[in-house]
């Protein structure tokens, strides 16, 4: 009898371990710097005039954040660039750029190289949610002027498509994209919440997304999430280079996020997307008969705290 009472009694604290909810949270500590590196590999695919036009991207970069306060579990910190890539293959051959080289003839590699190390200003929620991005364009500021051999009309060409990959809005978006995994309430094991998040680079979007608790470990916390990709404002036209555009896209995200229990930084994130839809450009001074192209996208995405 006292043998059977053990086992049960051990039955229940075990079942007692595996339903004890836990707070997944960041915990991060003033003064401490936190490093991420990004790998992203993007495939476009575009159907124009019939010709399919395909386009390989992939930009590495890393940064790092310092927490300079902590006030109500907001943490204010100072992110930062510690280098930048950017390779793409396109009909028309491939071209790399990279904040390490030295030319001055590569005006993009040369901007990536006067964004290192100039630092712009986030407060980040314990859950990961961005509630303010400041100073951005510090990362570009008197960058184009050193480039004469531009006309002005060029600069703000690039000054335009620079700022929509990563102005303030659309780093919000990126940088909430992998931090806001966080659930709202201790989960346990199997338990399930939702995240939204609003997107802006290039184009409005949104993602609801389902995030799942799917294994602890002594040291992680391993996270798995799906969600929902979709432009917003459909009917709306942007300005873009001139040309007013619009986008209807849909598609899905998977993801898979190993967090630091003790910090509640992420140290390892996957992150697959497919999307897909079109873009329309209406009829314009450039193009006066307009266009829709078909696209489909697929991106893969590595992070690491490394």
Not at 72 to 97: C, Q, R, W
Not at 123 to 149: C, D, H, R, S, W
Not at 201 to 217: F, Q
Not at 299 to 305: I, K, Q
Request: net charge neutral.
């Amino acid at each position: 009898m006292k043998i059977i009472f053990s086992f049960l009694l051990s039955v229940f604290v075990c079942f007692s371990c595996l339903s004890q909810t836990q707070k997944i949270e960041l915990k991060l500590t003033k003064g401490q710097t936190y490093t991420q590196k990004t790998v992203a590999n993007t495939i476009v695919k575009q159907t124009m005039n019939g010709q399919a036009i395909n386009i390989d991207m992939t930009i590495t970069g890393q940064m790092k954040y310092v927490v300079t306060d902590d006030i109500a579990g907001i943490y204010s910190m100072d992110v930062s660039y510690v280098n930048l890539s950017m390779k793409i293959v396109h009909p028309g051959g491939e071209s790399t750029f990279d904040s390490e080289k030295n030319d001055e003839k590569d005006i993009l590699s040369s901007v990536f190289g006067m964004m290192k190390n100039k630092s712009f200003q986030i407060k980040m929620t314990k859950a990961g949610k961005i509630t303010e991005v400041k100073n951005v364009e510090a990362l570009y500021a008197g960058v184009f002027e050193k480039f004469p051999q531009l006309t002005a009309e060029q600069k703000e060409q690039m000054r335009s498509k620079i700022m929509q990959s990563y102005g303030d809005k659309a780093f919000k978006g990126n940088l909430e994209m992998l931090s806001a995994v966080f659930p709202d309430r201790a989960v346990a094991k199997g338990d399930t919440w939702n995240v939204k998040t609003e997107l802006e680079a290039g184009m409005s979007a949104t993602l609801d997304g389902v995030y799942k608790l799917d294994e602890i470990t002594a040291t992680e916390f391993v996270v798995s999430g799906a969600s929902m990709f979709a432009t917003k404002n459909k009917d709306v036209y942007t300005e873009t280079n001139g040309m007013p555009i619009k986008y209807n896209l849909a598609g899905t995200m998977n993801s898979v996020i190993k967090i630091d229990k003790n910090t509640g930084w992420i140290i390892e994130g996957k992150i697959n997307q497919n999307i897909k839809g079109s873009m329309e450009i209406k009829a314009n001074d450039k193009m006066p008969e307009g266009v829709t192209i078909p696209m489909e996208m697929t991106s893969d995405m590595v992070f690491t705290d490394k």
